[in-house]
Nanobody, 116 residues
Framework: QVQLVESGGGLVEPGRSLKLSCVAS????????MGWYRQVAGKERELVAT??????TNYANSVKDRFTISRDNAKSTSLQMNSLKPEDTGVYYC???????????WGQGTQVTVSS
């Protein structure tokens, strides 16, 4: 079983930065892909960014050139969010996906609010 714990959310003014972190516990494999998703009340959860263990990244178009995802080690990932906009507000969830088995794990989520 895998558990994911996020940290770093909060309230920030538009244009400012925030960094989210996620640490996984349990059995982690080198093929596992980690990432971040966000959800606004009443809307579906959407992809923000993912990173493989080898460092291959994928970003939503809305965050490209503003957010940077990194794989700090096999069990942790962080999301550096710059030039934040009000539309970036939401609950951000850490995600781990195991490609060959289809297993997916989620963290409990951390609230990010961008407002003046």
């Amino acid at each position: 079983q895998v558990q994911l714990v996020e940290s770093g959310g909060g309230l920030v003014e538009p244009g400012r930065s925030l960094k989210l972190s996620c640490v996984a516990s349990g059995k982690i494999f080198s093929i596992d892909v980690m990432g971040w998703y966000r959800q606004v009340a009443g809307k579906e959860r959407e992809l923000v960014a993912t990173v493989s263990a080898s460092g291959i990244t994928n970003y939503a178009n809305s965050v490209k050139d503003r957010f940077t995802i990194s794989r700090d080690n096999a069990k942790s990932t962080s999301l550096q969010m710059n030039s934040l906009k009000p539309e970036d507000t939401g609950v951000y969830y850490c995600n781990l996906r195991r490609p060959f088995t289809g297993e997916v794990y989620w963290g409990q989520g951390t609230q990010v609010t961008v407002s003046s």
